[in-house]
């Protein structure tokens, strides 16, 4: 009974909601209790190759854990416990007493046959043995727990029997990702890709704010330009003249255009007059993996068809402040890179959980882009920078999104450009970028922050003022 209690005690301290009102853990008071009173007889999976057991942090499994212990036999009946978890949905959210985090509990129903399972996503990373999940003996149920802070919103998918190669030295990953599936106990999907679905999670904390749902432009034209090798749509908001107008550049443009909902916070902030009038040049890409790593050619279409063709059917502002360049991943390293190169073109820079890692094949000296940056001799660059609070995974160089943002950040400080920074509570994902780039574009194209939680500059950054609280990362 003690057990009992104390995940009763547990439950009317933390009884979470989805920030859609869509209750997700009302239950949980059954399913500890059941938890803490679950009766014996089914056989199931054997031990197999499962990594060794640990002590549970979540109450709900260590109630379990407790009770299979305790059982005469060397098995539990799980179906009534799954019944409850699929009633209520997963991932399970517990309190941390004592923090200001929650317990994010995965599960995955096995059989015999399986070995193994992971969960691969923003909350857990892509490495094992972080994200395997471990087998309560004489059970069914594998788990996997996480502290996370409760306003996060992540991605994530499970791969059942996975090789558990990391995933930059196996060559067949695309084919992997094939097996890997969604969480059939939440009901939350999203698609990662075409045939790829995964399940997405909120925080109970979470709160959406006006930039949070995807939007749709209300009354601008598009036009498709075909220059040489490459495509562009053109953005033009309503209301916008086609003399003195700036140009926003977006790289991955299809993705920035359905994903990020650029044309219409765009267009948004140029109707409240946040950000002066200008024209949105959608950048689509034959094969991203080479046009967007630094490269002369790609330099060259943009500064020498992109901007004449621009130039031939608008009057474009001469002050490069009125430009930005614009992407994400690998977009943001060619957004900084262009930057670098053509000053005279874009006076800003937005980078969004920029791939700074990044080097040319056979280049071991290390970074090659904070080489490049620190060897400038150029005028000041003006970049905006952010990252999710959970790229905190290893990437290739051996840190992190967050971490590699965080130093090309300090770098640029250094050397007295103006940079303006800021994380967010989620993971490498366009839901995250799309809540943050009209902060980034009030910032590039107007000098003003809007009131951006968490937005800080060199000058907060050398002073060592703290950062929001909410948005977590130094």
Same mark, same amino acid.
């Given at each position: 009974?003690?057990?009992?209690?104390?995940?009763?005690?547990?439950?009317?301290?933390?009884?979470?909601?989805?920030?859609?009102?869509?209750?997700?853990?009302?239950?949980?008071?059954?399913?500890?209790?059941?938890?803490?009173?679950?009766?014996?007889?089914?056989?199931?999976?054997?031990?197999?190759?499962?990594?060794?057991?640990?002590?549970?942090?979540?109450?709900?499994?260590?109630?379990?854990?407790?009770?299979?212990?305790?059982?005469?036999?060397?098995?539990?009946?799980?179906?009534?416990?799954?019944?409850?978890?699929?009633?209520?949905?997963?991932?399970?959210?517990?309190?941390?007493?004592?923090?200001?985090?929650?317990?994010?509990?995965?599960?995955?129903?096995?059989?015999?046959?399986?070995?193994?399972?992971?969960?691969?996503?923003?909350?857990?990373?892509?490495?094992?043995?972080?994200?395997?999940?471990?087998?309560?003996?004489?059970?069914?149920?594998?788990?996997?727990?996480?502290?996370?802070?409760?306003?996060?919103?992540?991605?994530?998918?499970?791969?059942?029997?996975?090789?558990?190669?990391?995933?930059?030295?196996?060559?067949?990953?695309?084919?992997?990702?094939?097996?890997?599936?969604?969480?059939?106990?939440?009901?939350?999907?999203?698609?990662?890709?075409?045939?790829?679905?995964?399940?997405?999670?909120?925080?109970?904390?979470?709160?959406?704010?006006?930039?949070?749902?995807?939007?749709?432009?209300?009354?601008?034209?598009?036009?498709?330009?075909?220059?040489?090798?490459?495509?562009?749509?053109?953005?033009?908001?309503?209301?916008? %003249?086609?003399?003195?107008?700036?140009?926003?550049?977006?790289?991955?443009?299809?993705?920035?255009?359905?994903?990020?909902?650029?044309?219409?916070?765009?267009?948004?902030?140029?109707?409240?007059?946040?950000?002066?009038?200008?024209?949105?040049?959608?950048?689509?890409?034959?094969?991203?993996?080479? %046009?967007?790593?630094?490269?002369?050619?790609?330099?060259?279409?943009?500064?020498?068809?992109?901007?004449?063709?621009?130039?031939?059917?608008?009057?474009?502002?001469?002050?490069?402040?009125?430009?930005?360049?614009?992407?994400?991943?690998?977009?943001?390293?060619?957004?900084?890179?262009?930057?670098?190169?053509?000053?005279?073109?874009?006076?800003?820079?937005?980078?969004?959980?920029?791939?700074?890692?990044?080097?040319?094949?056979?280049?071991?000296?290390?970074?090659?882009?904070?080489?490049?940056?620190?060897?400038?001799?150029?005028?000041?660059?003006?970049?905006?920078?952010?990252?999710?609070?959970?790229?905190?995974?290893?990437?290739?160089?051996?840190?992190?999104?967050?971490?590699?943002?965080?130093?090309?950040?300090?770098?640029?400080?250094?050397?007295?450009?103006?940079?303006?920074?800021?994380?967010?509570?989620?993971?490498?994902?366009?839901?995250?970028?799309?809540?943050?780039?009209?902060?980034?574009?009030?910032?590039?194209?107007?000098?003003?922050?809007?009131?951006?939680?968490?937005?800080?500059?060199?000058?907060?950054?050398?002073?060592?003022?703290?950062?929001?609280?909410?948005?977590?990362?130094?």
């Amino acid at each position: 009974m003690k057990g009992i209690g104390m995940c009763a005690q547990l439950v009317r301290a933390h009884r979470f909601h989805r920030a859609s009102g869509v209750v997700r853990n009302q239950a949980l008071v059954t399913l500890l209790v059941f938890a803490a009173t679950l009766g014996t007889s089914l056989a199931v999976a054997p031990e197999g190759r499962a990594q060794e057991v640990r002590e549970p942090r979540s109450p709900t499994m260590a109630a379990l854990k407790a009770r299979t212990e305790a059982a005469p036999t060397d098995s539990l009946d799980t179906d009534p416990f799954w019944r409850v978890v699929a009633a209520r949905a997963t991932p399970l959210v517990e309190a941390l007493p004592g923090t200001d985090s929650v317990l994010v509990t995965f599960l995955w129903r096995g059989d015999p046959g399986t070995r193994n399972a992971l969960i691969f996503g923003d909350l857990t990373g892509w490495l094992p043995p972080a994200n395997e999940t471990a087998r309560l003996p004489a059970t069914d149920v594998w788990y996997l727990s996480v502290a996370s802070r409760p306003d996060v919103r992540f991605r994530y998918r499970i791969a059942e029997n996975d090789s558990r190669r990391i995933y930059w030295e196996d060559p067949d990953f695309r084919e992997r990702l094939q097996a890997f599936r969604s969480d059939p106990l939440n009901p939350d999907t999203v698609l990662l890709a075409p045939g790829q679905p995964g399940s997405w999670f909120e925080g109970p904390a979470f709160r959406p704010d006006q930039w949070t749902p995807p939007r749709q432009p209300r009354g601008g034209s598009r036009d498709t330009l075909v220059l040489g090798d490459h495509r562009v749509v053109l953005y033009e908001p309503s209301g916008v %003249e086609r003399g003195d107008v700036g140009v926003i550049v977006a790289l991955d443009g299809g993705a920035y255009d359905a994903l990020v909902s650029t044309p219409a916070t765009a267009e948004r902030l140029m109707e409240e007059r946040t950000i002066p009038p200008a024209v949105l040049v959608l950048v689509l890409h034959r094969d991203r993996n080479v %046009e967007l790593p630094p490269n002369e050619p790609f330099v060259r279409f943009v500064a020498d068809t992109l901007f004449p063709a621009l130039e031939a059917r608008y009057e474009v502002a001469a002050d490069p402040s009125r430009s930005v360049v614009v992407g994400s991943s690998l977009g943001g390293l060619a957004a900084l890179y262009l930057g670098v190169r053509l000053p005279q073109r874009f006076g800003s820079v937005v980078g969004q959980s920029g791939a700074y890692w990044w080097s040319p094949p056979g280049d071991q000296d290390g970074p090659w882009l904070s080489r490049l940056l620190a060897s400038r001799e150029d005028p000041a660059l003006r970049v905006y920078l952010d990252a999710g609070t959970l790229e905190t995974q290893p990437v290739r160089g051996g840190a992190s999104m967050l971490r590699v943002t965080q130093q090309i950040r300090d770098l640029l400080c250094a050397r007295g450009d103006d940079v303006a920074y800021r994380t967010f509570p989620a993971g490498h994902m366009y839901e995250g970028w799309r809540s943050t780039l009209p902060g980034a574009l009030a910032w590039a194209l107007a000098d003003v922050s809007g009131g951006e939680a968490g937005l800080r500059d060199c000058d907060d950054l050398l002073s060592g003022k703290s950062p929001d609280p909410r948005q977590g990362g130094s």
